[in-house]
């Protein structure tokens, strides 16, 4: 990390320098869901979308609890080498590694013992509910692994090797695409095919990553003898990256949600149509994840260094990266919407003609959605947990009255906009967030360089 505050590096090489091993990483991340989601609708069809999105809301909610480590600790490290305190920064890498443990364990005991109930509060039936439990079951003794494939490679990022990170996440998801083809398209083991892949691949995501942190090749080389647990880091840690946990299970609640509402105002083609609709979001949103993990290690290092012009730069570089990025996907899902639809429909007119239909009424806002992620990682970054926690918590809330009101006036049309609507109305509260942020970071740094020339 001290390559970043040399001369010779600016704001712009060294965001890249992270954002592009963070974005890869975090697009193939998501492969781990696309790519089942693709052999789940090719093979099994939209029962079996509808199953899977039934059981991504418990399944995000694991996901999210990988991020509150990876996220939180990560930051802290991060923090901790910019202040050149390395020992703090090392204790708090195992008591990531513990509360990775805890975490997992803890969540094999909630879906074993009501995962199937979740299922069945979303609408879950018949074919549908059967699918829902064949994966559950698979990531109920699994969790251990789904939080650490998540967290690991946030960890070592902030340990200076985004690169060997992007590598291990490349690594995992292309086992996962293999063992996808074999165990759905081969042996026809259905969903709970596409969960054994997915477990065995983080499985070996998860061992790398250990291996790397007791090898020479981390800068925060550890060892068994001092494997120390802070309760003050793991509060710490747990406070900054709680805002991450949130926005994953703001993701759940409204997944959830949605399929409620899509069996109750529809049917389950509605709910396979919505899966695929996420799907196509999921890697747009896991793009900006990325510009906004790769934008968190170096503003965190300049928050701890108090190098206040670098970090409003490299935020405004971010924002307009995830804007940009953002609107040119609303406009290509628009203008091509069969063509990215036939990656999860085999010969279905019904499925197709309603995911058309989803895709233009529910993505609209798209761009706003990852902007509204992005200040969420910033306040986290600078140590801010307060305001990164409200903007993950708004941001599920404000879904409430639209999910509630616009289904009773307008059907499944309503459930397809409540979403975009309320990410309109969060834009304009954070927005002004940020902007107060940034000028008071202007502030600050007139005030330092005045103090500089007297």
């Known amino acids: 990390m001290q390559e970043i505050i040399t001369p010779s590096n600016s704001v712009n090489r060294t965001f890249w320098r992270y954002a592009i091993p963070s974005v890869v990483a ?34 995000g909610v694991i996901v999210g609890l990988g991020l509150l480590v990876g996220m939180g600790s990560g ?88 690169n060997f990170s992007t590598i291990l996440m490349i690594f995992g998801a292309l086992i996962n695409i293999a063992l996808d083809y074999l165990f759905i398209g081969k042996f026809g083991w259905g969903l709970k095919g596409a969960a054994i892949a997915t477990i065995f691949s983080q499985v070996t995501v998860f061992v790398i990553a250990i291996g790397y942190f007791f090898s020479s090749f981390s800068q925060l080389r550890l060892s068994w003898t001092k494997l120390l647990f802070s309760p003050k880091l793991a509060a710490k840690s747990i406070s900054l990256g709680t805002s991450s946990l949130f926005m994953y299970t703001y993701f759940s609640f409204v997944i959830a949600l949605h399929n409620r509402l899509f069996m109750e105002y529809g049917t389950s083609i509605h709910v396979g149509a919505f899966a695929i609709v996420g799907y196509l979001m999921t890697m747009y949103y896991l793009l900006a994840e990325g510009v906004a993990g790769g934008m968190q290690p170096p503003v965190s290092y300049y928050f701890g260094s108090g190098q206040v012009n670098k970090i409003k730069a490299t935020l405004i570089l971010a924002i307009k990266v995830v804007l940009i990025t953002g609107i040119c996907a609303v406009i290509l899902l628009n203008l091509f919407p069969e063509t990215m639809i036939s990656l999860f429909v085999n010969n279905d007119p019904a499925l197709m003609t309603e995911t058309v239909n989803g895709l233009r009424l529910h993505l609209f806002s798209m761009f706003l959605d990852g902007f509204i992620a992005l200040a969420s990682v910033y306040f986290m970054a600078v140590n801010q947990g307060g305001k990164a926690l409200s903007i993950s918590a708004g941001n599920m809330l404000i879904q409430l009255p639209f999910l509630y009101l616009l289904p009773q006036w307008l059907g499944v049309n309503g459930v397809w906009l409540s979403v975009p609507v309320s990410n309109v109305v969060l834009f304009l509260v954070v927005a002004p967030m940020v902007w107060q942020d940034i000028q008071g970071k202007d502030k600050k740094a007139t005030e330092l360089k005045l103090a500089e020339c007297n």
């Not at 492969?31 to 418990?58: R, T």
């Not at 109930?117 to 879950?124: C, F, K, R, S, V």
């Open 26 to 59: 975090m697009l193939v991340n998501g492969l781990y869901q696309v790519i089942d989601g693709i052999f789940v609708g090719h093979y099994i069809g939209f029962e079996g979308l509808a199953g899977i999105n039934m059981a991504w809301p418990i399944i």
């Open 75 to 162: 930051s802290l490290i991060s923090i901790y080498r910019g202040e050149g305190a390395a020992h703090k920064a090392r204790t708090t890498l195992t008591t990531g590694l513990g509360l990775i443990l805890i975490a997992g364990v803890l969540m094999m005991a909630l879906i074993s013992a009501f995962g199937p109930a979740m299922l069945i509060a979303q609408g879950a039936v018949g074919t549908t509910l059967e699918l829902g439990i064949e994966y559950i079951d698979i990531f109920s003794w699994g969790a251990i692994f789904t939080i650490a494939a998540g967290a690991m490679p946030m960890l070592i990022r902030n340990d200076d090797s985004p």
